[in-house]
């Protein structure tokens, strides 16, 4: 009923940039809540940035400075600009988000499927 299509992944060298875009589609009523996280093999997902319907931000330590969310709520879209690329940022980076569809109006979670981002040395 929701899905949640991640896009702007690859490859970048350290000190580059890249933009991720997460898009919603289906029956949405409204989104709430939306993050970005990441996975790296063997480690547990960590929480990246996640921001309100309306525009509060929140970062972890490690990409404070570098990495800006943002969101467009008529376009249901969320977007990560990730600037200053370290080699520590390779992961895979998945959207999530609560949404509320037109059938049941209460929100429930969902998530991408992930997009990989690598960055060089």
């Known amino acids: 009923q929701v899905q949640l299509v991640e896009s702007g992944g690859g490859l970048v060298q350290a000190g580059g940039s890249l933009r991720l875009s997460c898009s919603a589609s289906?029956?949405?009523?409204?989104?709430?809540?939306m993050g970005w996280y990441r996975q790296v093999p063997g480690k547990q997902r960590e929480l990246v940035a996640t921001?309100?319907?309306?525009?509060?931000?929140n970062y972890a330590d490690s990409v404070k400075g570098r990495f800006t969310i943002s969101r467009d709520n008529a376009k249901n879209t969320m977007y990560l600009q990730m600037d200053s690329l370290k080699p520590e940022d390779t992961a895979v980076y998945s959207c999530n988000a609560w949404v509320a569809i037109i059938s049941l109006p209460v929100s429930r979670n969902y998530w991408g499927q992930g997009t990989q981002v690598t960055v060089s040395s």
């Open positions: 289906g029956n949405i009523l409204s989104i709430n809540n």
């Open positions: 921001i309100t319907s309306g525009g509060s931000t």
